[in-house]
Antibody
Framework: EVQLVESGGGLVQPGGSLRLSCVASGFTFSYYEMNWVRQAPGKGLEWLSFISNSGTIFYADSVKGRFTISRDNAKNSLYLQMDSLRAEDTAVYYCARDLLVGATAPYYFDQWGQGTLVTVSS | EIVLMQSPATLSVSPGERATLSCRAS??????VAWYQQKPGQAPRLLIHGAFTRATGIPDRFSGSGSGTEFTLTISSLQSEDFAVYYC????????FGGGTKVEIK
C-alpha cells in the first residue's frame, strides 16, 4: 500500500523556521517526482514546490527564496525547509506524488499524505 | 499566472441526481486539466487527468470533458459519498488550482 506520512508541523513565530518531512512507503520513491502543496484553513489548494527524481527543482513565487525542497532517496524521504515564515504561511502542508514518472515539471498528483498543520503566530 | 474560476461555488443536489461542475481558465490550457475530490479532514483525491481520463479506481459515474478554456466535471448519479469539495487544476503552465465547488445535499 502506498503511503506518504508528513511530520514536523507545529506552532512557530513569525520570522521563524520549520522543517517538514514526508516519509514514503509502498512504492519506489526514487523513481517519482514529488511536490509540496498547502491549504490555508477553509481555503483552496496552493502548489508550492516540485522536485524531480533527478533533482530538478521549481518553486511557486509565493515561497521562492524562503522555502527549500529536498529529498533523500536512501531514506525514502522528502523535505521542506521553511524559513522567514509569515502569518499567511499558516496552512496544512501536504506532500504529493506526481503520477507521471520522469516528468520535468509538476503535473497531477495521485498520492497525497494526510497533511501536517503549520501555524505561524506570535 | 493562469487563473481557474470554478462555478458554482456551491451546488445543492439530491442523491441520485446529476451534478455538473464548471471550470474556466483565463487562457487556453489545452487538455491539461485534472480534477480532485476533497472531503473534510482528508487529503484531495485525484479523479480525472488529461481533462477526461479517469484515475485508477474512480467510478465511471465521474466524467470529465472540455478543452481550451472550458472544462466540466459531471457526476452522473450522486451517491452519498460524493458530497465533497471538488477542485480543478491546470498543469499547462506551471500549476494552479481553482477555488473549488462544494457539492452539498439538497
Amino acid at each position: 500500500e502506498v503511503q506518504l506520512v508528513e511530520s514536523g508541523g507545529g506552532l512557530v513565530q513569525p520570522g521563524g523556521s520549520l522543517r517538514l518531512s514526508c516519509v514514503a512507503s509502498g512504492f519506489t520513491f526514487s523513481y517519482y517526482e514529488m511536490n509540496w502543496v498547502r491549504q490555508a484553513p477553509g481555503k483552496g489548494l496552493e502548489w508550492l514546490s516540485f522536485i524531480s527524481n533527478s533533482g530538478t527543482i521549481f518553486y511557486a513565487d509565493s515561497v521562492k527564496g524562503r522555502f527549500t525542497i529536498s529529498r533523500d532517496n536512501a531514506k525514502n524521504s522528502l523535505y521542506l525547509q521553511m524559513d522567514s515564515l509569515r502569518a499567511e504561511d499558516t496552512a496544512v502542508y501536504y506532500c504529493a506524488r506526481d503520477l507521471l514518472v520522469g516528468a520535468t515539471a509538476p503535473y497531477y498528483f495521485d498520492q497525497w499524505g494526510q497533511g501536517t498543520l503549520v501555524t505561524v503566530s506570535s | 499566472e493562469i487563473v481557474l474560476m470554478q462555478s458554482p461555488a456551491t451546488l445543492s443536489v439530491s442523491p441520485g441526481e446529476r451534478a455538473t461542475l464548471s471550470c474556466r481558465a483565463s487562457q487556453s490550457v489545452s487538455s491539461n486539466v485534472a480534477w480532485y475530490q476533497q472531503k473534510p479532514g482528508q487529503a484531495p483525491r485525484l479523479l480525472i487527468h488529461g481533462a477526461f481520463t479517469r484515475a485508477t479506481g474512480i467510478p465511471d459515474r465521474f466524467s470529465g470533458s472540455g478543452s481550451g478554456t472550458e472544462f466540466t466535471l459531471t457526476i452522473s448519479s450522486l451517491q452519498s459519498e460524493d458530497f465533497a469539495v471538488y477542485y480543478c487544476q491546470q498543469y499547462h503552465q506551471w500549476l494552479t488550482f481553482g477555488g473549488g465547488t462544494k457539492v452539498e445535499i439538497k
